[in-house]
Structure formats: structure tokens, C-alpha cells
């Protein structure tokens, strides 16, 4: 049963260049959550998609935005990127369909990016 | 707007020892769950052990218990016969329970860095 997928693992990207990341969701999961994990800080939370709508956002700018795909797949699009913009970025996938075997947030090992 | 503070910001426990790390959050939420993540080297958040807020006994995994202090919003984390693998960053979080709208955000704390010496 694969975890969490997210691509790529590292990238290096360029001030006022954009990005795009993605993360293929548990199987069994239709919702993903995005965070933000800056350089010695806990994650904090982007935005979740759900039936291919955002249904919840954090404190982020709309430079930040994201898809949700058929299939539950999920990628995160950031603009006009920032020197602080770096950091690892981590998938979270969960499902609406609770059973007792299916509790909770499953995260994936992250996309660290560097803005330089 | 809920907070979770985690004041040791590392710490380091001897092989086979026990070891707490401790948190402490606020809210005006009467229903909520509290979580002990674990981020490796791997960098995957690994789910350690969660409480919900309206069960007063203390949740167990193996090696791992809290200390749920719903008055006091505390909770800790008690690690027992510590193994090198237990070396990680240690986040607290918290989330709200979940109404009809799935599950909700969750909130971290800034993690305890813990190292296990042989």
C-alpha cells in the first residue's frame, strides 16, 4: 500500500520564478493538505483540497495556489517566488471516509525548495 | 486562533533511559485532538501518538504515553527505554475536531530536537 508520493524530492529555483509541485495522495485518501516547513520551524499550513475544491486556507498570499485532480492528486503552484520561500514543503493525505483503520493525516517526505 | 508551544528545543536522553518532552497549547475549543509527530532525517512526519480531548485516560502506544492535563492544556510526551532510533525531531499539534468538513488543519509546534546516546 503505497504513502504519500511527492515530486520532486529537491529542486533549486530562481527569485521571481515559479514553481510546481506535486504530491499523489495514500491510496484510499481523497484529500490533501498542503504545509510549509521553514528551515528549524514546525509546518505550517497552506491550504487543503478536497473533490477538487480548496475547502480550507492558511495566513498565505495568493501567490501560492493549488489543483486537485480526478484521480486525488494534488499540486501546489507558487509565484513570483521569494528568497523566503524556501523551505520543505510536506503533503498530507487523509480521507473523509472514516473507518477505524483510516484515522488521520498520512504526510509525505517533502519537496525541499531553495529560492536563490 | 489555537497555539502550541514546545519550550525545550533540544534535548538528549541516554540508551534504554526515559525521557519527557513537554507542550503546552491554548484554546477555546472544548473539542479537539492533540497529536506527537516524529520527523526523522526522512523527513516524513510520522504519527507517534494522539488523544482526543474528551477522553480523561491518557493514550498509550508501546514505549510512548502522554501526560493529558485538559485543565492546565498541557501534554506531554514520555519516551521509555529510549532506542537510537527514537532520534528525531519531536512536534506537538493540534487540531480541532472535525465537524462536517473533514478533517481540519493542524497546528504545530516549533519541535524538540532529541538525541539518543548510545
Known amino acids: 500500500d503505497a504513502g504519500v508520493t511527492q515530486s520532486p524530492t529537491h529542486l533549486i529555483k530562481t527569485r521571481g520564478q515559479q514553481v510546481t509541485l506535486r504530491c499523489s495522495p495514500k491510496s484510499g485518501h481523497d484529500t490533501v493538505s498542503w504545509y510549509q516547513q521553514a528551515l528549524g520551524q514546525g509546518p505550517q499550513f497552506i491550504f487543503q483540497y478536497y473533490e477538487e475544491e480548496e475547502r480550507q486556507r492558511g495566513n498565505f498570499p495568493d501567490r501560492f495556489s493549488g489543483h486537485q485532480f480526478p484521480n486525488y492528486s494534488s499540486e501546489l503552484n507558487v509565484n513570483a517566488l521569494l528568497l523566503g520561500d524556501s523551505a520543505l514543503y510536506l503533503c498530507?493525505?487523509?480521507?473523509?471516509?472514516?473507518?477505524?483503520?483510516?484515522?488521520?493525516?498520512?504526510f509525505g517526505s517533502g519537496t525541499r525548495l531553495t529560492v536563490v | 486562533a489555537q497555539t502550541v508551544t514546545q519550550s525545550q528545543p533540544e534535548m538528549s536522553v541516554q540508551e534504554a533511559e526515559t525521557v519527557t518532552l513537554s507542550c503546552t497549547y491554548d484554546?477555546?475549543?472544548?473539542?479537539?485532538?492533540l497529536f506527537w509527530y516524529k520527523q526523522p532525517p526522512s523527513r516524513q512526519m510520522i504519527l507517534v501518538i494522539r488523544q482526543e480531548a474528551y477522553k480523561q485516560q491518557n493514550a498509550t502506544e508501546n514505549r510512548f504515553s502522554v501526560n493529558f492535563q485538559k485543565a492546565a492544556k498541557s501534554f506531554s510526551l514520555k519516551i521509555s527505554d529510549s532506542q537510537l532510533g527514537d532520534t528525531a525531531m519531536y512536534f506537538c499539534?493540534?487540531?480541532?475536531?472535525?465537524?462536517?468538513?473533514?478533517?481540519?488543519?493542524?497546528?504545530f509546534g516549533t519541535g524538540t530536537k532529541l538525541q539518543v546516546i548510545p
Open positions: 499539534a493540534f487540531m480541532k475536531h472535525e465537524g462536517s468538513g473533514g478533517y481540519q488543519k493542524v497546528t
Open positions: 498530507a493525505s487523509s480521507s473523509d471516509r472514516r473507518t477505524p483503520n483510516n484515522y488521520g493525516y498520512t
Open positions: 484554546t477555546s475549543e472544548n473539542n479537539y485532538y
